[in-house]
Nanobody, 123 residues
Framework: QLQLVESGGGLVQAGDSLRLSCAASGHTFSNYHMGWFRQAPGKEREFVGYIRSSAGTTRYADSAKGRFTISRDNAKSTVYLQTYSLKPEDTAIYYC????????????????WGQGTQVTVSS
């Protein structure tokens, strides 16, 4: 069982930055592709981006391109979501998730999830 714990959320103003962290334990972290998703009130959970396990290559949703960066530190079993130029529409609960085999943009494909961290962006 892989445990994931997110941190770093908070209340910020539009234009600010935040770095979210997701610490993993329980399995070999480097074996997992790591995804970031978010869910706003009344909306479905949506893909933000992912980073592959070995190559560390990334893919982002259009809404995240140019403003969000995902990185990982396998030695610390941690994945990061660095956000820049936050907008009120980025307000959501942000989740990290893990899976093996192939990376995916679909939340249904992920096996392990954290509890989420709230990001609120005021205008």
């Amino acid at each position: 069982q892989l445990q994931l714990v997110e941190s770093g959320g908070g209340l910020v103003q539009a234009g600010d930055s935040l770095r979210l962290s997701c610490a993993a334990s329980g399995h070999t972290f480097s074996n997992y592709h790591m995804g970031w998703f978010r869910q706003a009130p009344g909306k479905e959970r949506e893909f933000v981006g992912y980073i592959r396990s070995s190559a560390g290559t990334t893919r982002y949703a259009d809404s995240a391109k140019g403003r969000f960066t995902i990185s990982r530190d396998n030695a610390k079993s941690t994945v990061y979501l660095q956000t820049y130029s936050l907008k009120p529409e980025d307000t959501a609960i942000y989740y990290c998730a893990a899976k093996t085999l192939w990376a995916s943009t679909s939340p249904a494909d992920y096996d392990y999830w954290g509890q989420g961290t709230q990001v609120t962006v005021s205008s």
